[in-house]
């Protein structure tokens, strides 16, 4: 059982369109990362969201929290080839359960930009 | 900018055998941690550490073993491989448990 589900599992994309991927859960979380991954290569980070309903932009991509901290969403405008990409989102619980490292992965999404 | 090494980079085993996957890091972090990705499945905790000497499991522990002897070093073993074990392992720090984590490229590892 997964933890922290993605959707879609994967997005195939013309250049210029906008896309929304999907982090759920059931469980309440302290902070929430999204990562992204190129092929052959371990995740990079792109941002962090702590508070609920807090929302990030980095460049293209807006991130958002919800407001019970149970799920995320990444929102890119007008996309282009470089995003594309394995997404990941990370969800850590470990200051909420005071269980020691509770840190855990979604599925992942998938992103082509096609030119 | 070495940041988070791992070797080898790519392994062929025979069930059965043993190998010690190796990681590096040389930004003094507290927190280490051995992921294994398999398709659809993405990220799973196997094994991880919150400083030299300690060790704990993760999600998936079983048939996994590892080692924190040095602060910089965390090693992962496979004492008898099973091919269920075919993954790509990622090795990653972290300064605290809630701070981005930086991760290695990752060992590809088949057992036949």
């Known amino acids: 059982t997964q933890l922290l589900e993605q959707s879609p599992q994967f997005l195939s994309i013309q250049e210029g369109e906008n896309l929304t991927v999907y982090c759920n859960s059931s469980?309440?979380?302290?902070?929430l990362q999204w990562y992204r991954q190129e092929p052959g290569e371990g995740p990079v980070l792109l941002v962090t969201?702590?508070?609920?309903?807090e929302v990030k932009k980095l460049k293209r991509l807006t991130f958002q929290f919800g407001d019970a901290r149970k799920d995320s969403s990444l929102h890119i405008t007008a996309a282009q080839p470089g995003d594309t990409g394995l997404y990941l989102c990370?969800?850590?619980?470990?200051?909420?359960?005071?269980?020691?490292?509770?840190?855990?992965f979604g599925t992942g999404t998938s992103l082509t930009v096609i030119p | 900018n070495a940041g988070v090494t791992q070797t080898p980079k790519f392994r062929v085993l025979k069930t059965g055998q043993s190998m010690t996957l190796l990681c590096a890091q040389d930004?003094?972090?507290?927190?280490m941690y051995w992921y294994r990705q398999d398709p659809g499945m993405g990220l799973r905790l196997i094994h991880y550490?919150?400083?030299?000497?300690?060790?704990a499991k993760g999600e998936v522990p079983d048939g996994y073993n590892v080692s924190r002897l040095k602060k910089q070093n965390f090693l992962l073993g496979l004492e008898s491989a099973a091919p269920s074990q075919t993954s790509v392992y990622f090795c990653a720090s972290s300064s605290d448990s809630f701070q981005p984590q930086h991760f290695g490229d990752g060992t590809r590892l088949s057992i036949l």
């Open positions: 969201v702590v508070t609920g309903g």
């Open positions: 469980s309440v979380f302290s902070s």
């Open positions: 990370a969800g850590d619980v470990s200051r909420l359960t005071n269980t020691g490292n509770q840190f855990y």
């Open positions: 930004m003094n972090h507290e927190y």
């Open positions: 550490s919150v400083g030299e000497g300690t060790t």
